[in-house]
C-alpha cells in the first residue's frame, strides 16, 4: 500500500475522485483509463524522416477528459498535510498481480534506419548502432529506453538531440535534458555541444526546481544550503540533550537500551556532563542526528508535517508504533528548529525547493517553453520529481524521452522509486502512446561478467529481461574468487594480485561501506600503501604507476577501471548483502520494501560487478562468506572458486554455518548459524 492511502486512510478514509486527493493513484487511476488511440490523437506534422517520431500535439476530448479525472486525484488538500506518494495506491494489489511489463520494440527496417544515421551523423566520432538508432528515431509520445551497463545511454540522449535539431523537429530552447547530478548533467550538456554545436539546457532536477522558483512570485527568497539546514538540526539536538533531561532520556532510550541503563540515573540530574569520551555514546549519536536529518529531509520534499507523521504512524505504525512514536517525540522540536530556520530568512530549502516548483507551475507563475524533455538514469526517480514532470505536463504537454536501467536502481534510501520505471506504461499512458526499447551491446566488459551478472541480478523476476551481450567472441575469464579465513589472508591475496597486474593498470577497490578500507589500513603492517582516507586515492609502492583507488559501491556508479577488487564478500550486518535494520519511522516515507529478498543490495552488487573492463576480483570471508557468494558458487560461476572453500550455508536466514564443539562431550560437534541471534539454526556435525 503506498503512503498516499496510508496518509489518507489516517486521516480518516480514502481519497476519492469526489474529493481531491493529495497525489496521484498511479495504479487504479489508470486502470481505468483507456488509451487513446492513433485515430483519437492528433499529430504533428513532420517530415518523411521523422515520420516514426511523430507526437500528438493536443490530447483527443477522451485523453483530456482521462487526464482531468487523473488531476482531480491528486490536487493539493492542504499545505501541512500534502504528501508526495512514494508508490501506487494499489501497490499491494499489484504485488499479488503482477503488472504486465512493456515488450520491447522491434529494430527499425534496415533502410530506415541507414537514413536515420545518415541524418544524425557520427555522435563523438562514432556511428550509432542499429539499438540506438532504432529508439531515436522510433520514439513515442513516451519513450522509455532500458540502456544496460555499458552501453551507451549518454550516447543515445546525444544522438535523439541531434535528430531533433537536424529534422528541424524541434529547436534548442524547445529541449530540456534533466540528469541527477550537477556533475553528469553539466558532462551532458559538453557533450550535447560538442557533437551539436547548439546549446542545450542541461541540468539537475533542483536547478529546474530553482529556476521556476527564481522566475516567480518567489524570486528573491534565498537558498537555505543543506548544510545549514543540518547544522540547525544537530545545534537543536545537541542544546536539547545537554539541557532538557526527558529529552536526555529519551534520546538515550532510542540509542540504545544498554546505554541507557548504564547513564540512566545520572542523566536524570540538571548538571549531567554529556559521555563525549564514550565511544558508543558518540557513535550512537551521531548515528541517531543523521537519522534525523534524513527523515526531516524527507517529510519536507515528501510535504508532510509532525501532525501528519503521527496520523501516518498511528495508522500504519505496526509493531513499530511505539518507537516511532518516541522518535516524532526525538524529531519534533528539530523540525520545528528546521523549519523556522528557513521561514525566518523567507528561504528555499533543497528537499522543498522541488515542493515549492509544482506549486509555481500549478498556479500559474511559471510556463515552460519546452516540447522535448529528456530524462538521464530514469530509474533514480523519486516521486517528489515525477510530480514536477507531471504538473508541467499537465500545465502544456511535451513528448517525454527516458533513458535508464532498472538493473541499476540503487536509491531507495534518497527516495528513488523502483516502480516508477517498472510501471512506466501505466503512469504515462494517459498522455499518449508508450513505447520502450532496449539497448543491449556494450563493449565496456567481457561476456563471461555479462553472462554471471545478468544471471545474477535477474533472480529477481520483477526486473525486466535483457540479455546484453558483447560482440567480440573472444574467450575470455573476467571473473575470480580469492579467499582468506581472516583480514591478514585477504589482504594479502590481494597485494599477491597487485603484483600480477600491469604496472600502469587502473584498479578500482569497492566497499559496501567507507570502513571496508579498514582491511588495507589494519593489516598494512609493511607500510606497501599509502592510503589517503579522505579521497580514497591509494599509492602502491612497488608500483607507484598504478592507479588505485577505493571507493563504495554506491559512489562508483557510472565508471570503470581495468581491475576491480570486491573488498566485502562477506556476510553479517554491515556485509554484502548488508543487513542494517532499517529506522521503522523513515521507512515510512520511502519507496515500499520489495518483496524479492535483498532486492536493491542485489542491483546494487551487480553496479559493483559492472565496473570493470577486464577482470574482477571477489575477496571472499571465507569464515562468513557474503550469502551471494554461495549464490555465484551453487547456481552462477561456480568454476571462478577453484581454492576458495565456503562453510555450510545455514538454510533459514542465508547466512554462513560455523563449526562448533560441543562443552560436554567434546567428541561431538555441531554447526552453528553466524546470523546469531536473529537465527539459531543448528546441524549436527559429520
Known amino acids: 500500500m503506498g503512503l498516499l492511502s496510508k496518509f489518507m486512510n489516517a486521516l480518516g478514509g480514502e481519497p476519492s475522485v469526489s474529493k481531491p486527493a493529495t497525489q496521484p493513484v498511479l495504479r487504479t487511476a489508470q486502470q481505468n483509463v483507456p488509451k487513446p488511440t492513433q485515430q483519437q490523437t492528433t499529430q504533428r506534422k513532420s517530415t518523411a524522416q521523422s515520420r516514426q517520431a511523430q507526437q500528438p500535439t493536443q490530447p483527443s476530448q477522451s485523453s483530456q477528459l482521462a487526464r482531468s479525472s487523473y488531476r482531480a486525484q491528486t490536487q493539493t488538500t492542504a499545505r501541512n498535510t500534502s504528501v508526495t506518494t512514494n508508490r501506487s495506491r494499489a501497490q499491494s494489489h499489484a504485488n499479488s498481480q503482477p503488472a504486465q511489463k512493456l515488450m520491447p520494440q522491434p529494430l527499425l527496417p534496415a533502410d530506415q534506419i541507414e537514413r536515420t544515421r545518415n541524418i544524425i551523423g557520427k555522435i563523438e566520432k562514432h556511428d550509432l548502432s542499429d539499438e540506438q538508432i532504432s529508439a531515436i528515431a522510433g520514439a513515442g509520445h513516451n519513450t522509455l529506453v532500458l540502456a544496460g551497463a555499458g552501453t551507451g545511454k549518454t550516447t543515445t540522449i546525444v544522438g535523439y538531440i541531434a535528430w531533433l535539431l537536424n529534422t528541424g523537429t524541434a529547436t534548442p530552447e524547445e529541449i530540456l535534458v534533466l540528469s541527477f547530478t550537477k556533475a553528469s548533467a553539466d558532462e551532458m550538456s559538453s557533450r550535447i555541444t560538442q557533437s551539436t554545436g547548439k546549446v542545450i539546457r542541461a541540468c539537475t532536477f533542483h ?150 516548483a509544482i506549486s509555481c507551475v500549478n498556479n500559474g507563475s511559471y510556463r515552460h517553453p519546452y516540447k522535448y524533455v529528456l530524462i538521464d538514469e530514469y530509474q533514480d526517480m523519486s516521486r517528489p520529481r515525477y510530480e514536477l514532470i507531471r504538473a508541467l505536463r499537465l500545465q502544456h504537454d511535451f513528448s517525454l524521452f527516458c533513458v535508464g536501467d532498472d538493473w541499476q536502481s540503487i536509491y531507495r534510501f534518497a527516495g528513488s522509486d523502483l516502480h516508477l520505471i517498472l510501471d512506466f506504461d501505466r503512469i504515462w499512458r494517459a498522455w499518449g502512446p508508450t513505447r520502450m526499447f532496449q539497448i543491449t551491446t556494450t563493449r565496456r566488459f567481457r561476456q563471461s561478467l555479462i553472462d554471471a551478472s545478468g544471471a545474477f541480478v535477474m533472480r529477481d523476476t520483477n526486473l525486466y529481461v535483457k540479455h546484453l551481450h558483447n560482440p567480440s567472441d573472444k574467450k575470455d575469464y573476467s571473473l575470480k574468487a580469492l579467499g582468506g579465513h581472516t583480514e591478514e589472508e585477504r589482504f594479502n591475496v590481494i597485494v599477491e594480485q597487485l603484483r600480477k597486474l600491469p604496472k600502469t593498470a587502473s584498479v578500482l577497490l569497492l566497499g559496501r561501506y567507507r570502513s571496508d578500507i579498514n582491511l588495507m589500513i589494519r593489516c598494512d603492517q609493511s607500510g606497501l600503501f599509502s592510503i589517503d582516507q579522505s579521497t580514497g586515492n591509494i599509492r602502491f609502492l612497488e608500483k607507484p604507476d598504478m592507479d588505485i583507488r577505493f571507493m563504495t559501491a554506491h559512489a562508483s556508479k557510472g565508471l570503470q577501471r581495468d581491475f576491480v577488487f570486491l573488498l566485502c564478500c562477506s556476510g553479517g550486518l554491515k556485509g554484502f548483502p548488508s543487513t542494517i535494520p532499517e529506522e521503522p519511522l523513515l521507512g515510512l516515507l520511502l519507496p515500499e520494501v520489495e518483496r524479492c529478498p535483498h532486492a536493491e543490495e542485489r542491483r546494487l552488487f551487480y553496479v559493483a560487478m559492472t565496473r570493470c573492463k577486464k577482470k574482477l576480483f571477489f575477496i571472499v570471508d571465507q569464515t562468513r562468506p557474503s550469502r551471494f557468494m554461495y549464490e555465484l558458487h551453487s547456481k552462477i560461476c561456480p568454476n571462478i572458486f577453484r581454492g576458495v572453500k565456503l562453510p555450510p550455508q545455514c538454510p533459514n536466514c542465508g547466512e554462513a554455518l560455523s563449526l562448533r564443539h560441543n562443552r560436554n562431550d567434546p567428541n561431538r560437534s555441531f554447526y552453528g548459524c553466524t546470523g546469531f541471534p536473529n537465527c539459531r539454526y543448528t546441524q549436527q556435525a559429520k
Open 207 to 356: 536547478s529546474l526546481g530553482l529556476e521556476i522558483c527564481r522566475s516567480s512570485t518567489i524570486a528573491n527568497r534565498p537558498i537555505i544550503d543543506g548544510h545549514t539546514s543540518n547544522n540547525v538540526v544537530r545545534n537543536a539536538f545537541e542544546y536539547l540533550l545537554e539541557h532538557n533531561v526527558s529529552y536526555r532520556l529519551l534520546a538515550f532510550k532510542l540509542m540504545s537500551q544498554q546505554l541507557l541503563d548504564k547513564y540512566s540515573t545520572a542523566a536524570r540530574l540538571e548538571n549531567f556532563q554529556l559521555p563525549t569520551d564514550d565511544y558508543a555514546f558518540n557513535q550512537y549519536r551521531q548515528n541517531l542526528i543523521d537519522t534525523t536529518q534524513t527523515i526531516i529531509q524527507h517529510m519536507r520534499s515528501n510535504n508532510i508535517d509532525t501532525t501528519g507523521m503521527q496520523a501516518l504512524n498511528e495508522r500504519y505504525g505496526g509493531k513499530n508504533i511505539g518507537r516511532n512514536r518516541e522518535m516524532l517525540q526525538l524529531i519534533e522540536p528539530l523540525y520545528h528548529a528546521y523549519v523556522q530556520n528557513f521561514a525566518t530568512n523567507n528561504g528555499i530549502d533543497f528537499p522543498g525547493m522541488i515542493v515549492d
